[in-house]
């Protein structure tokens, strides 16, 4: 577990503000959803944590250590990104252990990490399946348990539920959402859904134009949006959130 820090990020591609001084800390174990239309930064920003995208200007700290130059592996950071499918010349399991594979723990123990974390998502048994023979929500699961078994201090999920049909989403947000909680481990979780951010995260950014326009609890947000931009994207009725406790 680690405490994410940004401070005054700034990230621009040629013309193009990407991030426009974005600031937020993530507090240990807590999950914060980074929510905004599409082109507004969400994955520069989870890339650049990640340590894919260097920052033109500002600071990333993970606890009390500036990594803004770090490379990505030495960062400890899980990542679910739609770009990392599932390698489908390896099993499930394969899948799973490959990051511990490639930080030298042994077979057995990596083969025992792998059978753990299946169990505990919910796709124990699937050990020796070829992934591509998987329904789309037991691949995102297998995504995220090859995230997870790196045991990692930060875990990066960008729209980890494109592609589902609703009612998958649905009973997937509950589950990850608990898992994440349960797990005690950092999480940003990207979406352009704020259904989702609400029903997932401790704490949600909204993020216009790679600004932060307000950051607070789903309730906060909800009932007090800080702009019109805010009050506009997160519109929806309280029916629409069964899981979220008021
Ligand atoms: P989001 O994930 O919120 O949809 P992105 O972070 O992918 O937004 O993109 C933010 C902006 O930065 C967009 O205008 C996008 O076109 C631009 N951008 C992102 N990556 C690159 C890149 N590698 N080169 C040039 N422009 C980029
Ligand atoms: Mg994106």
Redesign the pocket.
């Known amino acids: 577990m680690a405490r994410v820090t940004l401070d005054s990020v700034r ?1 621009t ?2 013309d ?4 426009d001084g974005v600031s937020f800390t993530v507090g240990d174990g807590e999950v914060l959803g980074v929510l ?10 989870l ?1 650049s944590i990640a340590g894919f ?1 260097t920052p033109t200007s500002g600071t990333i700290r993970f606890d009390d250590d500036e990594v803004t130059h770090v490379p990505p592996e030495n960062r400890n950071v899980g990542l679910v990104f739609q770009e990392y499918a599932l390698f489908d010349n390896m099993t499930v399991a394969e899948n799973v252990a490959f990051g511990p594979k490639m930080r030298g723990v042994d077979k057995t123990a990596r083969r025992e990490r792998a059978t753990d974390l299946l169990e505990l998502l919910g796709i124990g048994g699937f050990e020796d399946r070829d992934p591509t023979t998987l329904s789309g929500g037991q691949q995102q699961r297998v995504g995220l348990a090859r995230a997870l078994a790196i045991e990692p201090s930060i875990l990066l999920l ?1 729209e980890p539920m494109t592609g589902l049909d609703a009612k998958l989403k649905t009973r997937l947000q509950r589950e990850v959402g608990d898992l994440l909680a349960e797990l005690d481990v950092t999480g940003l979780y ?1 979406t ?1 859904d704020q259904e989702e951010a609400m029903v997932m995260c401790d704490r949600v950014a909204v ?1 216009n134009d ?1 600004r932060v326009e307000q950051i607070g609890t789903p309730r906060e947000i909800y009932e007090d949006p800080a702009n019109d931009f805010v009050a506009e994207f997160v519109s929806l009725d309280p029916p629409a959130l069964p899981f979220v406790e008021w």
Do not use: F, I, L, W
Request: glycine share 20%; aromatic share 4%; proline share 4%.
């Open positions: 990230k591609y040629g193009t503000t990407a991030m905004g239309p599409s082109g507004c930064g969400k994955t520069t920003t890339r995208e960008d990207v352009h993020v790679g």
